[in-house]
């Protein structure tokens, strides 16, 4: 966004961030009912709209307290097709719809998350809470997008920021991509900085969080590529390459999500040659007319295969690529993780009935 741009949309930015405060005092007030699911509730969320990395987050937790629980994620699931309609994405064991109803994140969550946790995709969270205990037996959630949620009691509430870009421009939407004031995340019971190891001065950032959160707990993270899955082009299956292989070609990425540049940037770190990027809309629906364009220039531009996210690989499986097509795994590390664990084991014995 350019700087006249941003000038331009300053006053609509002035008014949202009044109407939120207006909307978290009547909270406050009881005008707007806080619901208790009756069981624990972890939350993760954030300040800004794009990717800081905490869907990866939601599945970190998620699989960990999936071990011996019944958990189950709530999730909004945007980009579906209805997004009134509630979807049951997953029942812990079995996966019960499709990319196009449950939303791509919703949808991955439940394909990395099978036997682990369930997964909902409904805007009104507190009534599908209430769905899942009565005909899941779900005694735990997790809920994702969380922060601006206030509508769910939680027993911890987790923010997460991304390290290369905390605040944005330090305004809020549509004049920047703040959702809330830096200062609001006082109301965070602890803070995940994402991406550390791509960030520069973190122990700043670090302690300018501290001061802002009236010195909350900071964890570290960083995001790192697991391994590459073929995306499989009907009617026959790609011959596939390892990384290593990969590596020593050149490759083409594309991908829609909210933060681009983290998946080109890890890329490069991790010794990809890229000779083509090409950027959608954050939960952009693919056709095949997007596909042919995009192997025509990366086969241009010199690309030997193809690279892209997960989260867009989902929407991708009935489409035809005439080069080699992977999707990139990304997972996060928690540097200070027996912490963090620890920290969400006492919250949900805590709030256990």
């Known amino acids: 966004m ?11 930015g002035g008014l949202y961030g009044v109407a939120m405060k207006a909307r978290r005092a009547l909270y406050r007030r009881g005008f ?9 509730l972890i939350s993760v969320g954030n300040l800004t709209l794009g990717g800081t990395g905490k869907t990866p987050l939601v599945e970190w937790i998620a699989n960990r307290l999936g071990v011996n629980r019944r958990v189950c994620v709530l999730t909004r699931g945007y980009g579906r097709a209805d997004e009134h309609r509630r979807v049951i994405v997953s029942s812990g064991t079995e996966i019960l719809s499709n990319a196009a109803e449950a939303g791509d994140e919703a949808f991955l969550l439940a394909e990395k998350l099978n036997s682990r946790a ?18 899941l037996g779900s005694d735990v959630f ?18 997460t920021l991304d390290a290369t870009n905390p605040w944005g421009n330090r305004r809020t939407f549509p004049a920047g991509t703040l959702r809330e004031r830096p200062e609001e995340i006082a109301r965070a019971d602890c803070v995940v900085l994402t991406r550390v190891d791509e960030a520069d001065e973190v122990q700043k950032l670090e ?5 802002l959160s009236h010195g909350r707990p900071v964890f570290h993270s960083r995001m790192k590529i697991m391994g590459l899955r073929p995306v499989k082009s009907p009617p026959e299956e790609q011959n596939t390459a390892s990384p290593e292989e990969i590596k020593l070609s050149t490759v083409a990425a594309f991908c829609g999500i909210g933060n681009p540049q983290s998946l080109f940037t ?3 770190n991790e010794g990809y040659g890229l000779t083509y990027k090409q950027v959608f809309r954050d939960h952009y629906v693919y056709t095949q007319t997007d596909i042919d364009r995009i192997v025509a220039e990366s086969i241009v531009a010199g690309a030997r295969c193809l690279l892209t996210t997960a989260k867009d690989e989902v929407k991708l499986r009935a489409l035809r690529f005439d080069l080699p097509c992977y999707a990139v795994d990304i997972t996060i590390e928690v540097e200070e993780e027996d912490q ?8 949900v014995s805590e709030a256990r009935p």
């Open 2 to 12: 350019n700087r006249a741009t941003t000038v331009a949309l300053s006053p609509l």
């Open 340 to 347: 963090f664990q620890s920290l969400i084991e006492e919250r």
């Open 118 to 135: 369930a997964v909902i995709s409904d805007a009104d969270r507190a009534a599908a809470a209430r769905w899942a205990i009565e005909n």
């Open 266 to 268: 890890q890329l490069q």
């Open 207 to 211: 302690r300018e969080i501290r001061e």
């Open 142 to 159: 997790v809920l994702d997008d969380g922060f601006q949620n206030l509508g769910l009691a939680r027993s911890l509430d987790i923010v």
């Open 32 to 40: 707007f009912r806080t619901h208790d699911a009756g069981v624990p």
